[in-house]
């Protein structure tokens, strides 16, 4: 069965303290990992996705990286608008055709003014 | 651009009632995906559909049942409610059933009383 374990359940930061937050998983064969943000009361919003270990992506002030049992979402200098649950999702390679992603409970972040 | 839209947003219902969720996929994906989010939960995954037929089946009770109509919207019917299905419900779509981004949409967000 698919695991995603995602560390710490919440994270405190005043801005520009950079930090890191942690996805393991265990799956059989991974097609991919991907990570979402999630405003409170919002849907899930798409940020990257990685395939293979050592790969490696940013977008502003996050940096995904990805190796064979664990992914780290790099915040650096992080401002308020940051603040949000960071959610880590698997996609298991399987007969069939479907990728249905497993998803971990998220890290919430909060980041102080 | 157009996004996935879910229908109400927010929804109240009694025990042992009846409640029915709409999905509106993006334009032209061909695969919807229902998911479950308690509170501080991860999404659990319903179910889905691929071209109008199911494709897989996650957590759902057998209290729930779904379809994909021929504009690819998806209905999530839900009867005999239960103070435990009080949660937010999430539609994504996607474009094929191997599809590794999913869209989200903002959420249901079902309370039973």
């Known amino acids: 069965e698919d695991q995603v374990t995602q560390s710490p359940e919440a994270l405190r930061l005043q801005e520009g303290e950079s930090s890191s937050l942690n996805c393991s998983y265990t799956?059989?064969?991974?097609?991919?990992l991907f990570w979402y943000r999630q405003d409170p009361g919002k849907g899930p919003e798409f940020l990257f996705t990685?395939?293979?270990a050592g790969e490696e992506k940013e977008k502003e002030r996050l940096k995904a990286t990805l190796t064979k049992k664990e992914s780290f979402l790099h915040i650096t200098a992080p401002k308020p608008e940051d603040s949000a649950t960071y959610l880590c999702a698997v996609q298991a390679s399987k007969s069939g055709g479907s990728y249905i992603p497993t998803f971990g409970r998220g890290t919430s972040l909060i980041v102080h003014p | 651009a157009a996004g996935v839209i879910q229908s109400p947003r927010h929804l109240i219902k009694e025990k042992r009632e009846t409640a029915t969720l709409k999905c509106y996929p993006i334009?032209?994906?061909?695969?919807v995906y229902w998911y479950q989010q308690g509170p501080g939960q991860d999404p659990q995954f319903l179910i889905s559909?691929?071209?109008?037929?199911?494709?897989d089946k996650g957590s759902i009770p057998d209290r729930f049942s779904a379809q994909q109509f021929s504009d690819y919207h998806s209905e999530l019917n839900m009867s005999s409610l239960e103070l435990g299905d009080s949660a937010l419900y999430f539609c994504a779509s996607s474009l094929g059933r191997g599809a590794n981004v999913l869209t989200f949409g903002a959420g249901s967000r079902l309370t039973v009383l």
């Open positions: 334009p032209r994906h061909d695969t």
């Open positions: 990685l395939y293979s």
């Open positions: 559909f691929y071209e109008k037929m199911q494709s």
């Open positions: 799956v059989s064969g991974l097609r991919g």
